[in-house]
Structure formats: structure tokens, C-alpha cells
């Protein structure tokens, strides 16, 4: 994320903040702070699998963290910025394979 894009996310979440109630915004934290959790614990999960099991795809686990992920910025931001920030992602992405 870009420094301008990290703005907005910070300006949409004091939006949300000036505009929730104390109980939206407890909700809002305990989903925001869970999604990241649930991501960080299934990267540690695949971690300990693989040290253990040759077999576990990295692939998969890097698409079940990249989920997890997207449901945390999705909270943060919009369906809209995630897809934006996600086809960002992948022509970069396609960029750097192609050079």
C-alpha cells in the first residue's frame, strides 16, 4: 500500500469512529484484531505442518492467509479498495515475472 492509500484507510477508520457507536466499534475491533489473529495463527499452523509434513503446499497456504487478510482490509477499507488494491497487486505482480 501506497502511503496515500494508507491515508485513506486512516481517514475512512475516523470516519467510522466518529460516526459508531461504542458498541459498533468494540464489534469493529474484536473482527479486525480476530481476522488478524486467525491469519497469523494459520501461517503458524502451516509453518509447524511443514516442518513436520513435506507434502503441505505453500500455494494453499499462502491463498488461505491472503483470505484472511482480505477479509481484515475489507473492514478496513471496502470491497471496492481490496479489488482495486488486489489488481495493484497483480500487475506488479505480472510485471516483475516478465522482466
Not at 6 to 30: C, I, K, P
Not at 50 to 59: F, H, L, R, Y
Not at 70 to 77: G, Y
Not at 85 to 99: C, D, F, P
Amino acid at each position: 500500500m501506497t502511503q496515500t492509500e494508507l491515508e485513506l484507510v486512516a481517514r475512512e477508520m475516523r470516519a467510522r469512529g466518529l460516526h459508531s457507536s461504542w458498541d459498533e466499534l468494540l464489534t469493529f475491533s474484536e473482527d479486525v484484531v480476530g481476522g488478524l489473529a486467525d491469519a497469523y495463527q494459520a501461517l503458524l499452523r502451516s509453518m509447524a505442518k511443514s516442518d513436520t509434513v513435506s507434502s503441505i503446499d505453500p500455494d494453499d497456504v499462502q491463498k488461505l492467509v491472503r483470505d484472511k487478510l482480505v477479509k481484515v482490509l475489507t473492514l478496513l477499507t471496502s470491497e471496492a479498495r481490496v479489488a482495486k488494491l488486489e489488481s495493484k497487486a497483480l500487475m506488479e505482480s505480472n510485471r516483475l515475472v516478465t522482466q
